[in-house]
């Protein structure tokens, strides 16, 4: 069975850093994809952040918003993505999520929807910015 669980999250001031984790399960973690979603409330969900498989050379795309300040990676030794985010601001509260679509390119991985039936989430973590 298919598990995501996402981890890291907490309170910060503006400016500080955290790291949020994608422990995955239950399916070839190289092959696909991994995309960090995020949803502040009265908002929709937008994606972040998208790590591509190992065929797709782990090619990394951001929305315009984070660049330069969040950096996404994966570990296929661990099954594991993460999501270093530094010098966060007001605006990047939220819960995030981690998902797959189980496409092996951040463009499809991107597009995902919560209502997707293939699209496998996590439960999310929240992340809170706070002075």
């Known amino acids: 069975q298919v598990h995501l669980v996402e981890s890291g999250g907490g309170l910060v001031q503006p400016g500080g850093s955290l790291r949020l984790s994608c422990e995955t399960s239950g399916f070839t973690f190289d092959w696909y994809a991994i995309g960090w979603f995020r949803q502040a409330p009265g908002k929709e969900r937008e994606g972040v952040s998208c790590?591509?498989?190992?065929?797709?050379?782990?090619?990394?795309e951001y929305v315009d918003s984070v660049k330069g300040r969040f950096t996404i990676s994966r570990d296929k030794d661990k099954d594991t993505s993460y999501l270093q985010m530094d010098n966060l601001q007001y605006e990047d509260a939220a819960v995030y999520y981690c998902v797959t679509t189980f496409d092996d390119d951040c463009d499809s991985t991107m597009a995902a929807k919560v209502e997707d039936d293939v699209a496998a989430w996590g439960q999310g973590t929240q992340v809170t910015v706070s002075s």
């Open positions: 790590i591509g498989s190992r065929d797709e050379s782990y090619r990394t």
